[in-house]
C-alpha cells in the first residue's frame, strides 16, 4: 500500500458543488501539506499542518479549507468550486531534520476538474 | 510567490548525455531539495543539501549549492530515457516555518 494515498484520483464537478479531498498516510509524521499545481507554475502551497491543533494558511488558501481528523488525515475543502480551481491537488507528509522539514512523501494527487 | 526558478524551462538530449538543470531562489535557506515528478505523478524526492554544504552526490545524480549567488544546480550523468520527468527545486527558506517552497520546474526529455 503507498505511505499517503489520496481520493478520489479523478473528480469532474460543477461550478458551485462542495468537493472535499482527502489524504491519509502510514509514515507517522506529524507534518503534513496540500499543494496545488498548474501548469507552468510548479507547486503551491494551499494549506499546512504540523500536528493536529496546529493548522496554517499557506500561499493561496483562499476558496479552501482544511480539516485534520487524525494525525493521519488531513481533507481539503472546496466548499464552493470554480472553474479556476481545476488543477491537481497533492498532498504529502514530512518529518523534521534537525528542527527543518526533511523529504516530503507525496500522495499520486487528486485531479480536480471543475466545469 | 514562486521561491525558486528552474532554468532551462525545458530540455532535450540524447541518451548518453549528461543534463544540468539549475535553481535561483531569492531568500536565505536552511536547505535545498531536489524532486522528481513523471507525467502526472507525485514528485518524488531525489536529494536534500544543507546551507553549509557545496557539494552532494547521490548515484549519477550531483547536487551543488552556491549561498552567495542563491543558485543550485541538478546534474544528472549518463542520462537514460528513464530520466525523462520534470525535475523541481525546492526550498526551506530560513526564518519561516518548516515549509518548502517549489520552483516552476524543468522538463526533461531524454531520446534514444
Known amino acids: 500500500d503507498a505511505d499517503v494515498t489520496q481520493t478520489p484520483r479523478n473528480r469532474i464537478t460543477k461550478t458551485g458543488k462542495r468537493i472535499m479531498l482527502e489524504c491519509s498516510q502510514t509514515?507517522?509524521?506529524?507534518?503534513m501539506y496540500w499543494y496545488r499545481q498548474d501548469p507552468g507554475l510548479g507547486l503551491r502551497l494551499i494549506y499546512y499542518s504540523f500536528d493536529v491543533k496546529d493548522i496554517n494558511k499557506g500561499e493561496i488558501s483562499d476558496g479552501y479549507s482544511v480539516s485534520r481528523q487524525a494525525q493521519a488525515k488531513f481533507s481539503l475543502s472546496l466548499e464552493s468550486a470554480i472553474p479556476n480551481q481545476t488543477a491537481l491537488y497533492f498532498c504529502?507528509?514530512?518529518?523534521?531534520?534537525?528542527?527543518?522539514?526533511?523529504?516530503?512523501?507525496f500522495g499520486e494527487g487528486s485531479r480536480l476538474t471543475v466545469l | 510567490s514562486q521561491q525558486g526558478e528552474e532554468d532551462p524551462q525545458a530540455l532535450s538530449i540524447q541518451e548518453g548525455e549528461n543534463a544540468t538543470m539549475n535553481c535561483s531562489y531569492k531568500t536565505s535557506i536552511n536547505n535545498l531539495q531536489w524532486y522528481r515528478q513523471n507525467s502526472g505523478r507525485g514528485l518524488v524526492h531525489l536529494i536534500l543539501i544543507r546551507s553549509n554544504e557545496r557539494e552532494k552526490h547521490s548515484g549519477r545524480l550531483r547536487v551543488t549549492l552556491d549561498t552567495s549567488k542563491k543558485s543550485s544546480s541538478l546534474l544528472i550523468t549518463a542520462s537514460r530515457a528513464a530520466d525523462t520527468a520534470s525535475y523541481f527545486c525546492a526550498t526551506d527558506e530560513d526564518g519561516t516555518a518548516s515549509k518548502l517552497t517549489f520552483g516552476t520546474g524543468t522538463r526533461l526529455q531524454v531520446t534514444l
Open positions: 509514515k507517522g509524521h506529524d507534518r
Open positions: 504529502a507528509t514530512s518529518d523534521l531534520v534537525q528542527g527543518r522539514p526533511g523529504e516530503l512523501f
